[in-house]
């Protein structure tokens, strides 16, 4: 599995943006990357997900490198409610990859009041 | 709609037994997929199941073996417990697979004692 490389962890303020790197400098072309967070005691949540173009949704924006070896999640207001640790995943599209999400250990965000 | 809906939330076994997991996908959802989180290990996935059949296998002991129903439930078992196989068992459903996002239920906290 292409593995994604992510700091252990960050900081931000309440009501600031966010921007959480991940290096994926072995993506195949038909790597996804997709973004999930969880938060204590739950579940991983979807975040975003994008293959080439910049992405947006009501949670996120995730920003993607011309060649393809990195992308940024942004928070764009932190919230307390964002504090949790953020998963960056190459989701393959066959075969050996079909339904598998290779979570690494991902960045803890601490956002302060 | 409702989301992916996993029983029972807590369960407690003792060595030698088996156990029966359950998850429910959001409906309309054809693939679901199971993962194990442990302190030590984190996310770990255990088998993906599409259309009845299952299609991926993660790298774990045959004592983990799962089914899918033709209204696309899932069910997970683990025979012969062990004290290691205490963790949460997480299941995500995906409209497809590869590529698409993928929505994870609260998990099952099993405690084999």
């Known amino acids: 599995d292409a593995k994604t490389t992510q700091p252990n962890s960050m900081e931000s303020n309440e009501e600031e943006p966010v921007h959480l790197p991940c290096n994926h400098s072995?993506?195949?072309?038909?790597?996804?990357i997709h973004w999930y967070r969880q938060l204590p005691s739950q579940g991983p949540e979807y975040v975003i997900h994008?293959?080439?173009s910049n992405v947006n949704n009501r949670m996120a924006s995730l920003a993607i490198a011309e060649d393809r070896k990195s992308s940024t999640l942004i928070l764009h207001r932190a919230t307390l409610r964002d504090a949790a640790v953020y998963y960056c995943?190459?989701?393959?599209?066959?075969?050996?990859?079909?339904?598998?999400?290779?979570f690494g250990q991902g960045t803890i965000l601490t956002v302060h009041p | 709609k409702a989301g992916v809906t996993q029983t029972p939330r807590y369960l407690i076994k003792t060595r030698g037994q088996q156990v029966t997991l359950s998850c429910s996908p959001i409906?309309?959802?054809?693939?679901v997929s199971w993962y194990q989180q442990t302190p030590g290990q984190g996310l770990q996935f255990l088998f993906e199941?599409?259309?009845?059949?299952?299609?991926n296998k993660g790298n774990f002991p045959g004592r983990f073996s799962g089914r899918q129903f033709s209204n696309s439930r899932s069910e997970m078992n683990v025979s012969t417990l062990e004290l290691g196989d205490s963790a949460l068992y997480l299941c995500?459903?995906?409209?497809?697979?590869?590529?698409?996002?993928?929505?994870f239920g609260q998990g099952t906290r099993l405690t084999v004692v």
């Open positions: 995500a459903s995906s409209l497809f697979s590869g590529g698409t996002e993928a929505f």
């Open positions: 072995t993506i195949s072309g038909t790597d996804y």
């Open positions: 994008g293959l080439t």
């Open positions: 995943i190459l989701r393959g599209t066959g075969g050996t990859s079909y339904g598998k999400l290779t």
């Open positions: 409906s309309g959802h054809r693939s």
């Open positions: 199941y599409f259309s009845e059949t299952q299609r």
